[in-house]
């Protein structure tokens, strides 16, 4: 049992409406990790950091850059495991979007190796 819990930035201010974590939550679902809400006796506790920069502006774009870090504990709070999603871009034409763009591609383009990587490590 895996519960998932941290926290998403845009440009280091933490956004509401989160899109990563709900997908990492659905991933893990999908390769079969029993994804639990609550704290419960021994779960494992999976805390995604992640944040954009902005990384470039010109010609009406705005290029940021999304980092993010998992790292998988177990209930003694000892680091099991950790895995980093580096340099992740988006670029749009307004500050926001870009940001949020990374988050997307991070979401389209990396998420489901990533998981898998992390499910097979999970369990060798």
Known sequence: KIRVVGFEKLFGERVENRTLIPAIKAA??????????????????????????ISGEGRGFYTAHLNATLSLKDSEGSLVMQKTMDNIKGVQTERTRAGEEAYIKAIKKKLDRFIESFVEALYQ
Do not use: F, M, Y
């Open 28 to 53: 893990l679902i999908e390769h079969g990790v029993d994804v639990v809400n609550e704290n419960e006796n021994d779960v494992l506790i999976l805390k995604v950091q992640s944040d954009t920069r």
